[in-house]
């Protein structure tokens, strides 16, 4: 499996990953799934990958490749992300045209996505998530987030947390601890965590961090959040209507009907004999 | 959607499952999704479903049926709680042997899952999960929870808090929570909460509680958490190393180098012309 997660703020963009693939529960391997295509003072970008390896890597170098070509369209030289964006979902679906045959009759699954954000001068920071199909969308204020992989443990922090305004150093912070969520509940996301963090109209990318098995910053992180969380669990309100009453073994005609008229719940009591 | 959980610990079982159905964002409704069948003194049973609607009532349905003969084994007359889980898994698969290929003609998912929980006299309290094929596991104290429908969102807190030795109200607290943070993140799963609290070696079942949209206990436990929750994170370290420099819009030599050596994560730079 796989995580990652982009993040669109004013104050710039903020890319994570994790590293481990798996095909099957024998076959478990760590890969860098973040790349970053950097002409300082010109553009900034970074791509996220889930999926099949094989697809999004062949994509990711066709990507690559393209930019060796001076005389084409490629990364290196439109002028939008949105022509970025297009230009790797046209590497997606070529990959998949060529290799999809061969992978289906072997009962692979093909499917592949990625995130790519960054900036191009001439625009603002933007961000995009291309699906599987080489089809994308970006990234607006409403949700100004996208994730990739096992997606679900990690969002609920990055719902409560993350808006445009959100300072970069927050975002960081939050997006540990959408990982610490994720890699608790599931094993096939794992350490080392890739992270980077692109200043908006800097036009460089200094902030590119890669944090092994037991980094202190993601330990220190993890182990406040936990403790933290157990202290507000322990200060929630009880209920007081539950399990107040010590109740008897044997049938008590008063307390039968007593706690069948305060239950909204129908009780489905044995039929008569 | 659906959300269902159900906890084995050893002062007892505790059920909740929300009302929710959906056949398309269009036709919402609201249905219980959890049944239960007392005989005081004797056996108390609660069943949580999740999946196709007709196939779940069905097969509750005819679980009861099932009941009224007494000369046959039933809900009522089984010495075992496993009894009962092979009695619900055989009702799901006579259900599901008659509608299936009606259901799939139509393209319709027949799917369907059950969570089943008790105390027989004779036994200790026993909780099972019962699978759409209608074979089933039964909790341990390694696991001592099982989940149905949309699961992933509220087995954090779940993960986090419960143990066998977890009490009732605390128990209660957590599945509170769990709920809280499902419900945020999928609009499929609603409210009202049914919610059946089993006190072990009671053969009753006294704390059974439908919490309506708007309940009071469910909305401070909501607004105590999101509150705690943001002053820990709020309390979580920043990350020093991140987003401290202010960066050149123009190449810096002596910067890019620098910035190379300290990240650990490659960047591609443009390659020459």
Known sequence: ???????KLNAGLVFASDSRTNAGVDQISSFKKMRSFVNRGDRAIVILSSGNLSITQNAIN??????RHHDERNIWNVDSMFDVATLLGGCLRSVQNTDRPFLLAGNIDVSANFIVGGQIVGEPPRLFLVYSEGNFIEATENTPFFQI?????????????IRPETQLPEAIKCVMVSFDSTMRSNVSVGMPIDLACYV??????????????????????SGSWSEGLRNVFASLPDPEWVCQTSIPAVPDLFNQSQSQSQSQAPIQEIPPS
């Open 149 to 161: 992989g096992e997606i679900k443990y990690g969002k609920p922090i990055i719902d409560r947390v």
């Open 200 to 221: 908006t109209d800097s036009y460089v990318l200094d902030n590119l961090r890669q944090l092994p098995e037991g980094d202190p910053y993601f330990t220190a992180i």
């Open 1 to 7: 499996m796989t995580y990652c997660v982009a993040l």
């Open 62 to 67: 066709t990507l690559e490749m393209q930019g």
